[in-house]
């Protein structure tokens, strides 16, 4: 990694460390992007991924009494099946193709954001449907284990039903601690993580403890 960019991995991370710790999700959508432009390789995912891991595994406890254990479980079934074609695309895709797909994720879930669950809230809660909530997860598992980019979908679906954000928050974190070890994996197994990967994430972890922290005081 050039010198040049540690100082802007080290903001990226702690943001998204910081967003990720107040609202249970966004780790993902803020830090891939910086790491792929950073590391010009798919081992981005992977730093992600195990980032992700550490803040979800430090945050958990607390929220265990706020998770939704029925959309969690089927997240977690889900995300079984998806994370395994995640690897696949994981495996072939292309390093240009991969960045553009963040891109296009990244920018997809701003604008639910910001138009959605910041402006239009308010809507009424759809119904229950475990086909849903399965493919749901099925879909986060793919980009999960693709992107490292779990949240969007099962943060949308809960928003969709009405779910409290709290208990978005627990129920998501939840689910990365099953998912993203699966994910991790699969990977180490089918490509390997490489020494240089796991210097990457150490030399990360400072700056997504202090966002952890900063994201504990705001929430």
Not at 72 to 92: A, E, K, M, T
Not at 134 to 153: D, F, H, K, R
Request: aromatic residues 6%.
């Amino acid at each position: 990694v050039p010198e040049s960019y540690w100082i802007l991995l080290h903001f990226a991370v702690f943001c998204a460390a910081l967003v990720q710790t107040a609202t249970g999700f966004g780790f993902g959508l803020i830090s891939v992007s910086v790491l792929l432009i950073a590391l010009n390789s798919s081992s981005a995912i992977q730093v992600a991924i195990m980032l992700s891991l550490l803040i979800a595994l430090i945050l958990v406890p607390s929220l265990r009494s706020f998770v939704d254990r029925r959309l969690l479980r089927l997240f977690v079934i889900g995300s079984g099946v998806g994370i395994p074609l995640g690897v696949v695309i994981f495996l072939v895709i292309d390093l240009i193709l991969l960045k553009v797909l963040t891109g296009l994720v990244v920018m997809i879930s701003i604008l639910f954001i910001t138009g959605r669950v910041g402006g239009r809230a308010t809507m009424l809660p759809g119904p229950s449907s475990t086909k849903r909530d399965l493919t749901v997860g099925i879909m986060a598992g793919i980009m999960n284990a693709s992107l490292a980019i779990p949240g969007p979908l099962p943060v949308a679906r809960m928003v969709r039903l009405g779910v409290t954000p709290e208990t978005i928050r627990a129920t998501i974190l939840a689910l990365f601690v099953f998912s993203y070890p699966v994910a991790i994996t699969l990977q180490a197994l089918m490509v390997g993580v490489s020494p240089a990967t796991l210097k990457v994430t150490a030399a990360l972890l400072p700056a997504t403890l202090v966002g952890i922290l900063a994201g504990r005081i705001l929430a």
